[in-house]
Structure formats: C-alpha cells, structure tokens
C-alpha cells in the first residue's frame, strides 16, 4: 500500500518508512511492524540497485536486511525464497548475510 500511495516514488516511499522506523527507535519499540519496515526498506534499496547499479544500495539493503533479520529471524525463509532477492543471495554481500544468520541453503 505504501508503494501505491508513494505513487511509485520509491524516494518517497523510503523517505516514509524511514521516519517510521525513526519513530519506532524513538519510542525504543522493535518489534514486528519495525522488521517489516526495514525488509520494505530492503526491497526499495534492492529495486533501487538493480536500476542504478550502485554499490551503496547494495549495502543498504543488506543493512536494512540485517536489522530486520536482527529483530525477526522467521524473515530468513522469505530471504532465501524471495525471488526479487535472488541477486544478492548470489552476490559476496548476500552470502554474508546469509552465513550470518545460519542459512543452511545460502541460495
């Protein structure tokens, strides 16, 4: 929905979640809702690397990835199934992140 109502904008999109989940942190409050915002976080930085192809959003994504993996490990099955995903679970960075947090399947 909130790609609907950033009308495609995944600038506004990511400016939205990031004042929520600044919001969260504020409020000291990790929870479920906090670790979807980081994966919807994730998804945008990965959507936004595959266009542009800069290694920054790579690393953002596996940040925001790691944040919400950090606080909802059952995101790991998604990661691993996650078709958007695919290219980083073959990239350096992917591997990492998924050796980090025990996938047994690193692709």
């Known amino acids: 929905r909130l790609w609907e109502e950033a009308r495609y904008d995944r600038k506004k999109a990511l400016d939205v979640l990031g004042a929520f989940i600044?919001?969260?942190?504020?409020?000291?409050?990790?929870?479920?809702?906090?670790?979807t915002a980081y994966w919807n976080a994730a998804n945008y930085h990965e959507d936004d690397f595959r266009e542009m192809n800069r290694p920054e959003l790579r690393t953002q994504t596996v940040e925001a990835l790691r944040k919400a993996l950090?606080?909802?490990?059952?995101?790991?099955?998604?990661?691993?199934?996650?078709?958007?995903?695919?290219?980083?679970r073959e990239s350096d960075e992917g591997?990492?992140?998924?050796?980090d947090f025990g996938a047994k399947n690193g692709s």
Do not use: H, M, T, V
Not at 95 to 99: H, I, R
């Open 22 to 35: 600044q919001a969260k942190l504020d409020a000291k409050q990790r929870d479920e809702d906090l670790a």
């Open 70 to 88: 950090e606080i909802a490990p059952s995101y790991l099955e998604e990661l691993l199934r996650d078709k958007d995903f695919a290219g980083l």
């Open 95 to 99: 591997k990492a992140l998924l050796k």
